[in-house]
């Protein structure tokens, strides 16, 4: 069978996602995602952002209403008390990953095979949180243990 070199495909990233956030809950583990808040979009509790990156806590008993699709990680959690609706494009995610051995992925720019921003109907929940716009910089990893 001939390779086909110029068949477009969906990016990879969000199905990874998916994949590693089931394996981490099946396995009786707490995912966790690392986010680049300095992605346009992001909307998450500015008073939790530490040097442009925030780690959230998805697991199901942490969120609500949690989305992984093709775009965006979606949910809504509280940090202190207080109620957040949370917005990640795909194209945030640094890494997800399990808080009680740190087994998961670390993304790296070649992993986002995406084409750019998010499509037009692809927009961020209205409600509280901070939406952060600055220019993505190169993003400064930590390796996790």
């Known amino acids: 069978m001939p390779e086909q070199t110029d068949v477009e495909m969906s990016p990879s990233k969000p199905y990874l996602l998916r994949a590693f956030y089931e394996w981490i809950v099946d396995n009786s583990c707490t995912p966790h995602i690392m986010v680049d808040t300095t992605v346009a979009n992001v909307t998450v509790p500015s008073q939790y952002i530490e040097d442009d990156r925030i780690v959230l806590n998805i697991s199901p008993l942490a969120v609500k209403e949690f989305l992984i699709d093709n ?3 979606q949910f809504a959690a509280r940090f202190a008390s207080k109620l957040y609706k949370i917005y990640v494009p795909i194209n945030a995610v640094i890494a997800i990953y399990a808080r009680e051995n740190g087994r998961g992925m670390v993304f790296g720019d070649d992993d986002d095979d995406s084409q750019g921003e998010p499509p037009p109907t692809a927009t961020p929940p209205s409600g509280t949180g901070t939406t952060t716009t600055k220019p993505k910089g190169k993003p400064i990893l930590k390796v996790v243990k």
Do not use: Q, T
Request: aromatic share 0%; glycine share 0%; net charge neutral.
């Open 71 to 73: 775009v965006a990680v």
